[in-house]
């Protein structure tokens, strides 16, 4: 079986997308308690922020919120790969075997 590299393109989209997804896990987005006073009483509001994740003051992990975005960067960063990859078959527009192309088949018929 032969042995496929990756080329320089889908190198840097692979640690592009590595480093996101790192960044990710580091700043994770949190549930914290707003306090917010309005006249004589207080007011309580869930927001979810991005906090560094070795800090104390860590609320919540939005877990759920925090593995889609890790699925939709490992799923961009995978597209950019495959499009990056040079030694694919990509569609042309002129096929060698012109037997089966749209327009001789249009050709071939008399009317």
Known sequence: MEKKTLN?????????????????????PVKK???KSELS?????????????FTGSLNEIEY?????????TAI????????????????TSKPENSKFYPSSLLSDKRY
């Not at 320089?8 to 592009?16: D, E, S, T």
Request: hydrophobic share 55%; no cysteine; aromatic share 12%.
């Open 64 to 72: 759920q919120r925090l593995l889609i975005q890790w699925l939709i």
């Open 8 to 28: 320089a393109k889908q190198l840097v989209a692979l640690w592009i997308g590595i480093t996101i997804i790192a960044l990710m896990g580091i700043y994770p």
């Open 33 to 35: 308690m707003v306090t």
């Open 76 to 91: 961009i960063t995978t597209g950019l790969v495959v499009t990056f990859d040079e030694k694919a078959e990509h569609f």
């Open 41 to 53: 009483t207080p007011s309580y509001r869930q927001v979810v922020t991005y906090d560094f994740l």
